[in-house]
């Protein structure tokens, strides 16, 4: 008997919990984008890597690449991986589960003598935090990295292009992380971080779309004045107008199936007990599957804003920050994978991804799928981030029945 699939998910438990040690803070994990501890992390997967017969390489953008290249292959290349930094005071699995499960993938490509070559990639930078701009490391290898992005500078001034340098690295190359075109598809195995597949009791799903976001604020200027002497009709109070609209923007979302808004962020002027506020600029993330469910959401929420204001005496301005069109996964690529989770036993569960990530970057280049794993009480980005053993045994099934189907299809 070999090593049974239990086993193997226990594997991948034991190893992500090594590479949560490898942070910038005792005690908490903190990896972000080119830091020491992201050498560590390196070191370590490049052993495994190579103890797995693959050449491994650190492209310019400080992705780690690991290419496995099976006797005689002649087929095109899969491509797996996920990234490998994170937010501050994070959890042991987003990112770097899919980048682990990737060398799994491995283990039962090489079982099987499958002819596909495949190239794991560990993404150096998924979360945006040190840089502020997310998805560097994928866009980086989807070869669509503006190199005017090597002037961006980090909390202590320095800059991108010198963060490469001092990490090792030359930024003068970062044109050849692109990958080449000889492509079959890119998988992205990562925890779903919201509580979808734990209502429905289920451990995996494949996900058929990456939702679309518009960012904004939404600015209400008025009056300030002084709290006691001010007699409530004659106020201008830009915050009640913008308490008004926030609870708008909560009864929307909740109207309309499947979408999200939130107000994370309010700034007010003068923000003093005693006067009334006078400007306050109100954040809107609102994001949805469907492209124009979103425009319309956000264009009545706009309206919305604008006749509270008008009611009241007060001025609007809405200013757009990103506006994400939804990104759908390749649906040659999502349906092997869901053929792939009947073939191993489980419910064909689809779903959208409400979060964003290296998949949806990847797919401007290459067909890319995702398969999510159950995350337990819908928690991420937080020390108390888990996913169960079970899940990660179910979803080794699925890869080695995805890995059969897309050997056949490929022929
Ligand atoms: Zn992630």
Redesign the pocket.
């Known amino acids: 008997m070999g090593e049974g699939m239990r086993d193997r998910a226990l594997r991948v438990m034991e190893e992500c919990a090594c590479i949560a040690e490898m942070s910038e803070e005792p005690g908490r994990i903190t990896r972000l984008y080119l830091t020491p501890p992201m050498h560590s992390v390196h070191e370590y997967l490049r052993d495994r890597m190579e103890m797995l017969g693959m050449r491994v390489r650190v492209d310019a953008a400080g992705n780690l690449r690991g290419l496995w290249e099976p006797r005689g292959y002649r087929q095109q290349r899969l491509v797996i991986g996920?990234?490998l930094d994170t937010v501050p005071n994070a959890g042991a699995y987003?990112?770097v589960l899919g980048v682990v499960i990737a060398l799994e993938w491995i283990v039962l490509a090489q079982e099987m003598s499958l002819s596909i070559p495949i190239e794991v990639i560990g993404f150096s930078e998924?979360e945006g935090v040190r840089y502020g701009v997310p998805f560097l490391g994928s866009t980086a290898v989807a070869g669509c990295f503006d190199r005017r992005l090597l002037d961006l500078r980090d909390r202590d001034g320095k800059s991108l292009e010198q963060a490469i340098r001092d990490f090792g690295l030359d930024p003068g190359a970062i044109d050849q992380a692109k990958i080449d075109n000889d492509v079959i598809g890119f998988v992205e195995v990562?925890i779903e971080q919201g509580p979808e597949l734990e209502e429905g009791d289920l451990g995996v799903a494949a996900v058929t779309d990456i939702v679309g976001q518009t960012r904004g604020t939404l600015t209400f200027t008025g009056h300030a004045n002084h709290a006691g002497t001010t007699p409530m009709h004659h106020r201008r109070d830009a915050l009640a107008a913008a308490a008004e609209w926030i609870s708008i923007v909560e009864d929307i979302a909740l109207r309309t199936e499947a979408l999200v808004a939130t107000v994370g962020r309010v700034f007010i002027q003068p923000n003093a007990v005693n006067v009334i506020p006078s400007v306050v600029e109100v954040s809107l993330d609102c994001r949805h599957a469907d492209d124009s469910i979103r425009s319309l959401a956000v264009g009545e929420l706009i309206t919305r804003g604008r006749d509270i204001a008008s009611r009241r005496g007060i001025a609007t301005d809405w200013s757009v920050l990103a506006n994400h069109p939804a990104v759908p996964m390749d649906r040659q690529l999502t349906a092997l994978m869901v053929d792939a989770m009947s073939a191993a036993g489980l419910a064909a569960k689809t779903m959208t991804s409400g979060a964003g990530?290296d998949a949806m970057v990847m797919a401007r280049r290459v067909p890319a799928t995702m398969l999510f794993l159950r995350s337990p009480g819908g928690i991420s980005h937080d020390p108390c981030e888990s996913v169960l053993v079970e899940d990660i045994e179910a979803s080794l099934h699925v890869a080695r029945k995805f890995l059969e189907r897309l050997a056949s299809s490929v022929g």
Do not use: A, L, N
């Open positions: 996920s990234h987003d990112g998924e990562h990530h």
